[in-house]
Nanobody, 115 residues
Framework: QVQLVESGGGLVQPGGSLRLSCAAS????????LGWYRQVPGRQRELVAV???????NYADSVKGRFTISRDNAKNTVYLQMNSLKPEDTAVYYC?????????WGQGIQVTVSS
């Protein structure tokens, strides 16, 4: 069973930075594709960034050049470094893990960008 726990969210001023972490357990972490998604009330959950088992990454156009996804297979953790944050980045951020064996979501963590 996939277990994912996010941390690192909170309140930050526009232009600031945050790093989200997602610790996984119960899986063979290295074979999973990992992603960060976000959702605001009344809107669909949207993809922010993904990284596959080989380390290739892909980003939503809205975060390219500002956000960086990375993974540490030794620590079973995926990260999302968020720089130059904007108010429109405010959302609940979710971690996702997918493989041919199983998939799962974290519980979500709030990120608020406001002065």
């Amino acid at each position: 069973q996939v277990q994912l726990v996010e941390s690192g969210g909170g309140l930050v001023q526009p232009g600031g930075s945050l790093r989200l972490s997602c610790a996984a357990s119960g899986i063979r972490f290295s074979i999973y594709a990992l992603g960060w998604y976000r959702q605001v009330p009344g809107r669909q959950r949207e993809l922010v960034a993904v990284i596959n088992s080989g380390g290739s990454t892909n980003y939503a156009d809205s975060v390219k050049g500002r956000f960086t996804i990375s993974r540490d297979n030794a620590k079973n953790t995926v990260y999302l470094q968020m720089n130059s944050l904007k108010p429109e980045d405010t959302a609940v951020y979710y971690c996702n893990a997918v493989s041919y064996i199983s998939s799962g979501w974290g519980q979500g963590i709030q990120v608020t960008v406001s002065s």
